[in-house]
């Protein structure tokens, strides 16, 4: 795994530590924690402000909540930010954690960078999914998100970083996002959210279920449908977790309608909606269904279950190959125009990030 190489920076975290915090090494303010790096922070720096975290394992819960952050770790593998949270599960308070508080990191200001490092949610969804459905410790809803990227978040770059979970891994809900060489894994829906995001040259990784017939759903894009892109992943690896992950059950997508309230009181899943996810240039392994997508449910106004079918979102593909690859009415292709504006720029809004 790559080693991190950066010479300047503002803040070391060390978890080895054995001074006061924010005591001068070499003329760097050193902490144990990075939650209390963060805290040390300014609060509205206009220039990059660079925390370089050494090796171990973190278990600290984050929000990065101030801009110009950047977490940078000694080793991708070995610097790691962790906590097990899932949805249903209790807070020291006695409420639940939810969804998007789960998170073991969430971001919720501008350009934020990382580099270097694992997010991890730490919750053991296969040992909760194995226990019988009389047993009042088994979680119902056992989302947990490793990275958040949520209302306030815009221009976040994220290199060479490993983000794991398995269901909801990486929430990517708002403003524009770019990953490179990165190792994203999960199982259901592990990609989500309605963020303008672009994942070059990553590994997009679906962990075993166990199943013969559903291993899960890669994304779950909530695009709104004044936003022409969602999702585009490019020159990236859709593989497999484990070699035993039975061909043809973990579908590319499906389409998310998150429930919206309206000022009348009535709820119902937002009808603006519509997914959009692009796969271009990617290889695929054999876990890919043959029709590549499948549909998702919600309630209408009235409460009714109705289905969000993916011929009726924006889902396609462009030149894959591998043995995940198939071409049916089900797999719709862009042309070679579409494709063309296809680019980091468009996608991500003028924003070109280097």
């Known amino acids: ?30 902490y144990k924690t990075i939650t209390e790096a963060l805290s040390k922070a300014p609060k509205s720096s206009k220039t990059e402000y660079i925390i370089f975290i050494k090796s171990g394992r973190y278990n600290e819960k984050i929000t990065v909540d101030k801009p110009n952050i950047t977490l940078i770790g000694q080793n991708m ?14 807070k020291p308070d006695g409420t639940t954690y939810g969804t998007f508080g789960s998170a ?21 969804y296969l040992k909760n999914k194995s226990k019988p459905d009389n047993d009042q410790t088994k979680l119902a809803n056992p989302q947990a998100v490793a990275l958040s990227f ?22 990517a809900n708002s403003g524009t996002l770019y990953f490179t060489n990165c190792y994203i894994a999960g199982c259901i829906d592990f990609i989500f959210g309605a963020g303008q995001a672009f994942f070059n040259k990553c590994d997009i990784v679906s962990l075993d279920m166990g199943s013969n017939t559903n291993n899960g759903y890669i994304t779950a894009a909530s695009t709104n449908i004044l936003n022409k892109y969602g999702f585009v992943f490019y020159k990236c690896t859709i593989k497999k977790g484990h070699n035993k992950i039975t061909d043809h059950t973990v579908s590319l997508g499906r389409p998310w309608h998150p429930t919206t309230s309206f000022p009348n ?11 959009s996810v692009i796969y271009m240039n990617c290889t695929m392994f054999s876990h890919i269904t043959i029709n590549g997508w499948e549909k998702m449910q919600g309630r209408d106004k009235k409460g009714d279950l109705i289905w969000f079918m993916p011929e009726t979102s924006r889902f396609y593909e462009y030149e894959n190959k591998g043995p995940g690859v198939a071409q049916n009415p089900s797999r719709k292709q862009l ?17 070109e990030p280097k």
Request: proline share 1%; hydrophobic share 35%.
């Open 265 to 275: 009181g009535t709820r119902e899943a937002d009808p603006n909606a519509v997914g």
């Open 77 to 90: 593998s070995k610097t790691k930010i962790t906590f097990a949270a899932a949805n249903s599960m209790l």
């Open 335 to 351: 042309s070679k125009k579409e494709a063309k504006n296809c680019t980091e720029k468009n996608v991500l809004c003028g924003w």
């Open 150 to 171: 949520d209302n306030g978040c815009n221009r976040a770059y994220i290199k060479d970083c490993i983000i794991t979970g398995y269901q909801d891994t990486l929430y």
């Open 104 to 124: 073991s990191v969430s971001v919720i200001a501008e350009n934020f960078k990382a580099e270097n490092l694992t997010f991890e949610n730490a919750f053991d």
């Open 1 to 30: 795994m790559k080693n991190s190489t950066i010479i300047s920076y503002n803040t070391v975290v060390d978890i080895n530590f054995k001074g006061s915090d924010g005591t001068k090494l070499n003329g760097i303010e050193t």
